[in-house]
């Protein structure tokens, strides 16, 4: 065993086994210009007011518009985001160790027709039961998701049970905004985080 490693010979899964989205056929719409979204597609003011047509080309712009501002995410999109974070001991991927899976992401829709904020749930498997770095890993999977994801969710990031023996005390400090904000001030923690998420595109 390697000095240093808390597990020297982790089990990497295969590439071919990992969840993939399957590649959709791509639109026939018209892509729209960068700034067509910051300034709606009103009725010319050559068009006559009464016109039937002006008015149901832009009302049907503008049911558009409201449906491409709350584009959905998904578990998988989800997993896309954080599998590919390099591990802090070994140079592969999080999902390739098996650390993060698709089944152990879950999203918790509102919990009341008024909000708009959901909840996204990760749990973490490390590669062995007496792993040093759970926090750092899940410290790590935590700045990608509030980075990537919109301000709409709320990421909740945690240990598996039964897969570490510092599983409360690590859910502890992942759960704890002071802690999590704290721990982003130590440049030992930030230069490992950074390290793990340059493998993300």
């Known amino acids: 065993m390697e000095p240093g490693k808390d597990n020297a010979n982790p089990t990497i899964l295969n590439p071919d086994d990992l969840p993939r989205r399957r590649r959709s056929t791509p639109s026939t719409q018209t892509k729209r210009g960068i700034f067509d979204v910051l300034a709606p597609a009103y009725p010319s003011l050559a068009d006559p007011l009464s016109s039937p047509e002006a008015l149901s080309d832009f009302s049907s712009d503008e049911d558009e518009l409201d449906a491409t501002a709350r584009e959905e995410i998904d578990e998988q999109e989800v997993y896309d985001l954080i599998s590919s974070i390099t591990d802090p001991e070994h140079p592969l991927t999080l999902g390739s160790l098996g650390v993060v899976n698709l089944e152990d992401i879950q999203i918790i829709p509102p919990s009341s ?14 590669t062995t039961s007496a792993c040093s770095l759970t926090t750092v890993i899940g410290l790590g999977v935590k700045v990608r998701l509030v980075n990537a994801l919109p301000p709409r969710f709320r990421v909740d ?45």
Request: proline share 3%; charged share 25%.
């Open 113 to 126: 027709p008024r909000s708009r904020i959901s909840s996204v749930q990760v749990l973490i498997t490390p």
């Open 157 to 201: 990031v945690r240990i598996k049970e039964g897969t570490s023996s510092s599983a409360d005390e690590a859910n502890k400090q992942l759960g704890d905004k002071e802690r999590v904000a704290a721990a982003m001030e130590n440049k030992n923690l930030i230069n490992m985080v950074n390290h793990m998420l340059s493998s993300c595109e």
